[in-house]
């Protein structure tokens, strides 16, 4: 199974950028599509993002033209520019890999990222 690590978190003012980093390592990711979802305090885990194999990116609508995924096989790690941050992107963020976000089947344990007003 595939373990992942996140790291990049952080505290930014509203309009900053934040760049995110998950390192897989025990398995490749390459064969998988790689995600990112979020949980806000009260609110349940959702999609941000997600990249297939091929490299073709998805993005849940209230990030389009800020964020932006990439991935690098070479490496098995998967990255997520946060850009234009906005307070309600405040959220513990995690890194996945599997078919989809629904259907995940290596998390990990979660990063902060915190928007402030």
């Known amino acids: 199974q595939v373990r992942l690590v996140e790291s990049g978190g952080g505290l930014v003012q509203t309009g900053g950028s934040l760049r995110l980093s998950c390192a897989a390592s025990g398995s490749s990711i390459n064969i998988n599509a790689v995600g990112w979802s979020r949980q806000a305090p009260g609110k349940q885990r959702e999609f941000v993002a997600q990249?297939?194999?091929?490299?073709?990116?998805y993005y849940t609508e209230s990030v389009k033209g800020r964020f932006t995924i990439s991935r690098d096989n070479a490496k098995n790690t998967v990255d997520l520019q946060m850009n234009s941050l906005k307070p309600e992107d405040t959220a513990v963020y995690y890194c996945?890999?599997?078919?989809?976000?629904?259907?995940?089947?290596?998390w990990g344990q979660g990063t902060q990222v915190t928007v402030s007003s």
């Open positions: 996945y890999s599997g078919p989809s976000f629904w259907a995940a089947n290596s």
């Open positions: 990249i297939t194999r091929g490299g073709s990116p």
